[in-house]
């Protein structure tokens, strides 16, 4: 689509962010997810150091189908005083079978003499013979300048003199790699134009994010003339990250004109950065630009008035644009237009009843001061709105009564036990839980009162339990607010209880939860 590269490397820089730990199945999930996304070249890893990246370069010729992107293959330029040929890592990158392999090469002359114990000599004939080597064996070839931007202003001549002799051997790309994430946009750009100005190479860009710059610093570098930027998904990475792809493809191609993906590709980017989140196990930022669910959140009642105009009076962009979408808070904060949008949101129109809005504002306004949180309780709300427009709360059961009993026997783990008394279509049922903790007992309860009415009810997951006491001033007497979130195993939707009784607030939060998952399942009451 363009002459700028998309590089992906979250398979290999990404993977060495604290806690992050993926499988070889997990590579090549996200691999193919990325390939979706439509970025030209995807770093697998760095096969023959590392036998899991190993096995990965094995599986993906026989089980991976790419159809945008190329893999490269990671690795280091051959060890001093040896050949290209006959190092035996050169080799493995060879035998990995991927078109691409990206050298990462020493640009800063304490890191060759101190790190590779070598003479800066013999370092530009390190990059030479491997660079000359793979290119021979009709590999092309892309060179990561380590540390190049420190290594330019210790040694501006030398730095200068890799990405030369790399160019001149057949590097098709040389990336000038900020890696320890110091710089910031003015010395990126500076750096880059001088280098273009310096050399006929073609330069990329690695940033990194220790001063919080590093998707500035990739479009500064693209400004002064780079054309191919590296990054990971979700912004992945060592210490604070690496550039957040998504955000720096987002920025050149809807900001600054240039057609990096297919825009139907780039619509897809929220869900694929969210696809991944699940693949690695790592929470999505809600706040990630353009694709975090926050992105385009809002929750002053001046904003919503606004909105209700023209959305692109407070959104700087389509979010459809990135396969995200506009979303409406619901706080003490909101005005009317909060809610009316917020209810078109949901589906419901309010427009032609201005005292029922009136009204339901008023009601959130005063739960607000409880304790509630609506803007992050959506469910919650919801079902607030249908009780307000119906005049009455939807109802799957009647609760006569519950009861939590922990027990705990000397150094035994404690036990809890729930009994929940409850009619639901016309028949009482009362049923008992065990569980971990009182919550885990209540739903195991619930559950076991509900499934002969409702079996859908097995398709309902507790999968998150958040506690904030909301006064702590009053120690162990303080109101609690729980928030609880379920999934259908498709989606999820969050729900909030406030009690000064921290079981009583799980409670409101899990049967409400429960009520909800039912509702977008279409079950009708019974």
Request: proline share 3%; glycine share 8%; with cysteine.
């Amino acid at each position: 689509m363009s002459d700028l590269h998309v590089y992906d490397t979250t398979l290999r820089d990404g993977a060495q962010q604290e806690g992050l730990n993926l499988s070889v199945s997990d590579k090549l999930a996200i691999a193919r997810h990325l390939d979706e996304l439509g970025v030209g070249f995807l770093e697998g890893g760095w096969p023959g150091a590392n036998p899991k990246d190993t096995e990965f370069f094995a599986l993906a010729g026989r089980e991976l189908q790419l159809h945008n992107a190329q893999l490269a293959a990671f690795g280091a330029t051959r060890r001093a005083g040896s050949k290209a040929a006959d190092d035996i890592l050169i080799r493995a990158l060879v035998d990995s079978g991927a078109p691409v392999v990206t050298l990462v090469a020493k640009s800063h002359v304490r890191h060759v003499e101190q790190a590779l114990r070598t003479t800066l000599e013999e370092n530009l004939e390190m990059v030479r013979d491997t660079v000359s080597f793979l290119h021979g064996e009709g590999r092309r070839v892309f060179l990561d300048a380590e540390h190049f931007f420190d290594g330019y202003a210790a040694d501006r001549g030398y730095a200068l003199e890799v990405v030369r002799v790399a160019t001149e051997a057949g590097a098709e790309v040389v990336a000038l790699c900020d890696t320890n994430g110091g710089m910031l946009p003015g010395q990126i750009q500076d750096v880059v134009a001088d280098v273009l100005s310096m050399t006929s190479a073609r330069l990329g860009i690695h940033c990194h994010n220790d001063t919080g710059c590093a998707v500035a610093n990739s479009m500064a570098a693209v400004e002064a003339g780079a054309t191919h930027v590296q990054g990971t998904i979700n912004g992945y990475g060592e210490r604070t990250g690496n550039a957040d792809l998504l955000t720096v493809v987002s920025n050149l191609q809807l900001k600054a004109g240039h057609d990096l993906l297919p825009p139907e590709r780039l619509r897809d980017a929220t869900r694929i950065a969210h696809a991944i989140s699940e693949v690695t196990n790592v929470a999505p930022y809600s706040r990630q630009p353009y694709v975090g669910a926050s992105a385009f959140a809002h929750k002053a009642g001046l904003h919503a008035s606004a909105l209700k105009v023209d959305p692109a009076l407070y959104q700087h962009t389509d979010p459809g644009a990135v396969g995200n979408a506009m979303r409406t808070l619901v706080s003490d904060m909101a005005g009317r237009a909060s809610i009316e949008l917020k209810a078109t949101e949901l589906g419901f129109d309010l427009s032609e009843q201005p005292q029922l809005v009136v009204d339901l504002l008023a009601t959130v306004k005063d739960l607000e001061l409880q304790g509630y949180t609506f803007d992050a309780a959506d469910a919650s709300f919801e079902l607030l709105l249908r009780k307000a427009i119906a005049g009455e709360p939807v109802s799957y059961f009647d609760i006569e009564s519950w009861r939590v009993i922990t027990d705990a026997r000397g150094t035994d783990e404690a036990l809890s036990e729930a009994t929940v008394k409850l009619v639901a279509s016309g028949q009482r049922f009362v049923a008992t839980g065990e569980g971990n903790g009182p919550v885990n007992a209540l739903d195991h309860a619930l559950r076991a009162a509900l499934a002969a009415v409702y079996p859908e009810i097995d398709k309902l997951e507790l999968i998150d339990f958040r506690v904030r006491i909301l006064d702590a001033t009053h120690g162990t007497d303080a109101v609690t607010r729980v928030l609880i979130e379920t999934s259908d195993g498709e989606t999820s939707w969050e729900t909030v209880g406030v009690a000064p009784n921290i079981v009583e607030a799980s409670w409101r939060a899990l049967s409400d939860g429960i009520t909800y998952g039912l509702i977008r399942h279409a079950v009708p009451v019974r």
